[in-house]
């Protein structure tokens, strides 16, 4: 396939705002891109890990936030958990029973991204150097 002329360039990106929907950070698209491609999140995977970037919370609370079924945001919790991208910490209830509280440590989360990038990339760059 032949370049018909068109430079490909790296895009400008987006500041992280504030979805007014949901309470907390939106994903700029290009970001967004990455937690897809790299680490297979979903579009509300994504949203949930945003916002427990700005909120903490037990699964009831963050699918009270950002309007989901208490079930699905739970799987999305699981999901998050297994890509290393949030952390988890049991918390007692009043009476008897127990629940998680799940976090984001930023700073973790920033260096987990770049090396899952970096990671990402070296393993494409092999396969490009194959053809």
Not at 114 to 130: C, F, G, T, V
Request: a negative charge; glycine letters at 6%.
């Amino acid at each position: 396939m032949r370049n018909s002329g068109q430079k490909i360039g790296i895009r400008s990106f987006r500041p992280l705002t504030v979805d007014p929907s949901i309470g907390c950070m939106k994903c700029p698209y290009e970001l967004e891109e990455v937690f897809q491609v790299v680490f297979n999140l979903s579009g509300s995977e994504i949203d949930v890990l945003m916002h427990l970037c700005d909120s903490p919370g037990t699964p009831k609370e963050v699918s009270a936030d950002i309007e989901k079924d208490r079930s699905t945001v739970q799987r999305y919790l699981s999901n998050l958990m297994k890509t290393g991208l949030v952390d988890r910490e049991r918390v007692e209830k009043e009476g008897k029973g127990r629940s998680f509280r799940y976090s984001v440590d930023k700073e973790a989360l920033r260096e987990n991204v770049k090396e899952a990038l970096e990671d990402w990339y070296e393993d494409r760059k092999d396969l490009i150097d194959q053809i």
